[in-house]
């Protein structure tokens, strides 16, 4: 049974690029949630999809959007990076039908913005 | 907004020795709170968690204790061992399954 995979592990951006970000979640999950993790911080809660729609958003500009697909795999994509973008993005599915259970991380994507 | 406290930041101890890690909540409606692990460059592993109906739950060396009325809840390691060393979050859910974590604790355990 595979867990939460990413793509991709690492990558590299400068200033004002876009970056798309890949999750497909455990198998049998249908929500998917994105965190962002900075470099000795704990992982910050971005936004949050559920039978394709955003479900929840956390504090974080409209440049952060997503997609969530049929098969439940999602996307994060960051328009017109930052420095300050630079962080290690996490993806964390859990079943969304009700407000119990666990959520299951990836092991994410390394994001650097020179 | 939702914010979750967390204490130390660092905590340093022997083998062999106990570890407490201790948060606060600011959501009352908070029903779920998980302990992460996160060693370098991996993702945070779930090691322990409880719900908002349990006071305190134990595996193995690991315990977690929860008072709603103070919004505290903590984390207990009991015989620490070297491989216990990493970062540890604690994470309170409130809406609907969104988490958030407090900045985290490091633990060292020296042989």
Same mark, same amino acid.
């Given at each position: =049974? /595979?867990?939460?995979?990413?793509?991709?592990?690492?990558?590299?951006?400068?200033?004002?690029?876009?970056?798309?970000?890949?999750?497909?979640?455990?198998?049998?999950?249908?929500?998917?949630?994105?965190?962002?993790? /900075?470099?000795?911080?704990?992982? &910050?809660?971005?936004? &949050?999809?559920?039978?394709?729609?955003?479900?929840?958003?956390?504090? +974080?500009? =409209?440049?952060?959007?997503?997609? &969530?697909?049929?098969?439940?795999?999602?996307?994060?994509?960051?328009? /017109?990076?930052?420095?300050? =973008?630079?962080?290690?993005?996490?993806?964390?599915?859990?079943?969304?039908?009700?407000?119990?259970?666990?959520?299951? +991380?990836?092991?994410?994507?390394?994001?650097?913005?020179? | 907004?939702?914010?979750?406290?967390?204490?130390?930041?660092?905590?340093?101890?022997?083998?062999?020795?106990?570890?407490?890690?201790?948060?606060?909540?600011?959501?009352?409606?908070?029903?779920?709170?998980?302990?992460?692990?996160?060693?370098?460059?991996?993702?945070?592993?779930?090691?322990?968690?409880?719900?908002?109906?349990?006071?305190?739950?134990?595996?193995?060396?690991?315990?977690?204790?929860?008072?709603?009325?103070?919004?505290?809840?903590?984390?207990?390691?009991?015989?620490?061992?070297?491989?216990?060393?990493?970062?540890?979050?604690?994470?309170?859910?409130?809406?609907?399954?969104?988490?958030?974590?407090?900045?985290?604790?490091?633990?060292?355990?020296?042989?």
């Amino acid at each position: =049974d /595979a867990g939460v995979t990413q793509s991709p592990t690492h990558l590299i951006k400068t200033r004002g690029q876009q970056v798309t970000l890949r999750c497909s979640p455990k198998s049998g999950h249908d929500t998917v949630s994105w965190y962002q993790q /900075a470099l000795g911080q704990g992982p &910050q809660f971005i936004f &949050q999809y559920y039978e394709e729609e955003e479900r929840q958003r956390g504090n +974080f500009p =409209d440049r952060f959007s997503g997609h &969530q697909f049929p098969n439940y795999s999602s996307e994060l994509n960051v328009n /017109a990076l930052l420095l300050g =973008d630079s962080a290690l993005y996490l993806c964390a599915s859990s079943l969304g039908g009700t407000n119990t259970g666990e959520l299951f +991380f990836g092991e994410g994507s390394r994001l650097t913005v020179l | 907004g939702e914010n979750v406290e967390q204490h130390p930041s660092t905590l340093s101890v022997q083998e062999g020795d106990s570890a407490v890690i201790k948060c606060t909540y600011s959501d009352s409606a908070s029903n779920y709170f998980p302990w992460y692990k996160q060693e370098l460059g991996k993702r945070p592993q779930l090691i322990i968690d409880i719900r908002s109906n349990v006071g305190e739950k134990k595996d193995q060396r690991i315990a977690v204790t929860l008072n709603k009325t103070a919004k505290h809840f903590s984390l207990h390691i009991t015989e620490t061992q070297p491989e216990d060393s990493a970062v540890y979050f604690c994470a309170a859910r409130t809406g609907f399954q969104k988490l958030v974590f407090g900045t985290g604790t490091r633990l060292l355990v020296s042989p």
